[in-house]
């Protein structure tokens, strides 16, 4: 990984490893760059294993820390996913939810580490950009929904 001035460091239990490797396998530009033992006993692990995970998510630099299960992940953080069509949203969403993840509202979902992903179709974001009536229209159909529908959303932009 280029050394980067800002770096997303997500907390993991224990699995930042099998995290990023889900990633990479689930979303475009995504890899892991990285994985870093620990050089000692710590208060979340033992010397040896896996303490520290680097990867991007779609070009976003990371690391995964294995802190263990003293912090947990809440709906404050999240990582948004811009996406072109309906397959793109589906893919994404079905992705998390279905390797153990869980559904929330207005296209948030959790992943089973705990970390929120908001999985966004662009015409969501090009409705709330227009503003007034549009915006509006789009958004109140957007607050029904769990897996968000461009088409729905699409219908409610136009009136």
């Not at 000692?40 to 976003?60: A, C, R, W």
Request: hydrophobic share 35%; glycine share 10%.
């Amino acid at each position: 990984m280029p050394n980067a001035k800002n770096t997303v460091c997500i907390w993991y239990d224990k699995d930042a490893e099998e995290a990023a490797r889900f990633y990479a396998e689930t979303f475009p530009d995504t890899r892991i760059t990285g994985v870093y033992r620990a050089p000692g006993d710590n208060p979340s692990g033992k010397e040896g294993e896996v303490l520290t995970v680097e990867f991007t998510v779609m070009g976003i630099p990371c690391i995964g820390l294995n802190g263990g299960p003293t912090f947990k992940h809440t709906e404050a953080f999240s990582m948004q996913v811009e996406t072109e069509d309906q397959e793109e949203t589906d893919r994404y969403w079905n992705a998390i939810v279905g390797n153990g993840g869980e559904e929330s509202m207005c296209g948030w979902c959790k992943d089973k580490w705990g970390v929120s992903w908001q999985i966004t179709p662009r015409a969501l974001n090009e409705a709330m950009k227009a503003g007034g009536a549009e915006a509006k229209r789009a958004f109140e159909a957007m607050m029904n929904m769990k897996r968000l529908d461009v088409a729905a959303i699409e219908a409610a932009r136009r009136g």
